[in-house]
């Protein structure tokens, strides 16, 4: 047993004493500043330990960290800059042009102005797709529902006059070009159709109004044809399929 105690007490030595736990009772704040100061000392130790030494600054150094140096008239110059400047409006990129569109629609209105073929020969959709509408609409106004008379007879004659005037003609015209001139020479058509809204065609007069139209669609289109592709002479030949398919139009108006 004194073996025992004696293994006690050498286990257990140590400095900490009763008037040490007395003396730390007594004072409240001792764990408070022990605390602080562990802090201080480690706020205070280098930090080489964590940070390789590359990473400290030299104490010469006056540069600025990430900040390349900046030029002020690079943005002035710039390509990209310059490049959505000289950018289309977005109607010419979409092939819209309302000075052209005017000036087709004035050319179909006077069969006998002459028309400027660089405008004519080109794909311009937006005045034949009002036109058919206004067509259309004026016709559900008469009390006559011909919406898919006038787009499937519009499609049918588009393709046959392109396939005559591409066997007529030795440059060659595109299906967009022959659907925009005979889409803007539909114009005449829709006055007659107006007209179908107020008094009735099936009678001498609107009997002689829808060969007057039938003939100024024609000869509008037949005139367009041969500015945009240079076949002087052949106006008649060219008239003659393009009654014919307006002749359709003003059936569905008049009757």
């Given at each position: 047993?004194?073996n025992?105690?004696?293994?006690?007490?050498?286990?257990?030595?140590?400095?900490?004493?009763?008037?040490?736990?007395?003396q730390s009772?007594?004072?409240?704040?001792?764990?408070?500043?022990?605390y602080?100061?562990?802090?201080?000392?480690?706020?205070?130790?280098?930090?080489?330990?964590?940070i390789?030494?590359?990473?400290f600054?030299?104490?010469?150094?006056?540069?600025?960290?990430?900040?390349?140096?900046?030029?002020?008239?690079?943005?002035?110059?710039?390509?990209?800059i310059?490049s959505?400047?000289e950018?289309?409006?977005?109607?010419?990129?979409?092939?819209?042009n309302?000075?052209?569109?005017?000036?087709?629609?004035?050319?179909?209105?006077?069969?006998?102005?002459?028309?400027?073929?660089?405008?004519?020969?080109?794909?311009?959709?937006t005045?034949?797709?009002?036109?058919?509408?206004?067509?259309?609409?004026?016709?559900?106004?008469?009390?006559?529902?011909?919406?898919?008379?006038?787009?499937?007879?519009?499609?049918?004659?588009?393709?046959?006059?392109?396939?005559?005037l591409?066997?007529?003609?030795?440059?060659?015209v595109?299906?967009?070009?022959?659907?925009?001139?005979?889409?803007?020479?539909l114009l005449p058509?829709?006055?007659?159709?107006?007209?179908?809204?107020?008094?009735?065609?099936?009678?001498?007069?609107?009997t002689?109004?829808?060969?007057?139209?039938?003939?100024?669609?024609?000869?509008?289109?037949?005139?367009?044809?041969?500015?945009?592709?240079?076949?002087?002479?052949?106006q008649?030949?060219?008239?003659?399929?393009?009654?014919?398919?307006?002749?359709l139009?003003?059936?569905?108006?008049?009757?």
């Open positions: 047993m004194s025992l105690g004696q293994f006690d007490s050498d286990f257990y030595q140590s400095n900490y004493t009763i008037e040490n736990q007395e009772g007594n004072e409240p704040h001792a764990y408070g500043n022990l602080e100061s562990r802090k201080q000392q480690a706020s205070e130790q280098p930090p080489s330990a964590f390789p030494s590359e990473m600054i030299p104490s010469g150094y006056s540069g600025q960290f990430l900040q390349p140096a900046s030029n002020p008239d690079y943005y002035s110059q710039s390509s990209y310059d959505f400047d950018e289309p409006p977005l109607l010419e990129e979409l092939g819209i309302f000075d052209h569109i005017w000036q087709k629609t004035l050319t179909v209105l006077n069969p006998l102005k002459p028309a400027d073929g660089s405008i004519m020969n080109e794909t311009d959709l005045g034949p797709i009002l036109f058919f509408v206004a067509l259309g609409t004026t016709l559900l106004l008469a009390g006559k529902v011909q919406f898919c008379y006038v787009y499937g007879m519009s499609a049918i004659g588009c393709l046959g006059i392109h396939g005559l591409n066997l007529m003609s030795s440059s060659g595109s299906y967009g070009c022959v659907a925009s001139v005979l889409g803007y020479c058509m829709v006055i007659l159709s107006s007209c179908a809204i107020f008094f009735s065609l099936q009678d001498t007069f609107g002689v109004l829808a060969l007057v139209v039938i003939g100024w669609c024609s000869l509008s289109a037949s005139k367009i044809f041969i500015s945009a592709l240079d076949m002087e002479g052949q008649l030949l060219i008239a003659y399929p393009c009654a014919l398919l307006y002749g139009f003003a059936l569905l108006t008049v009757f």
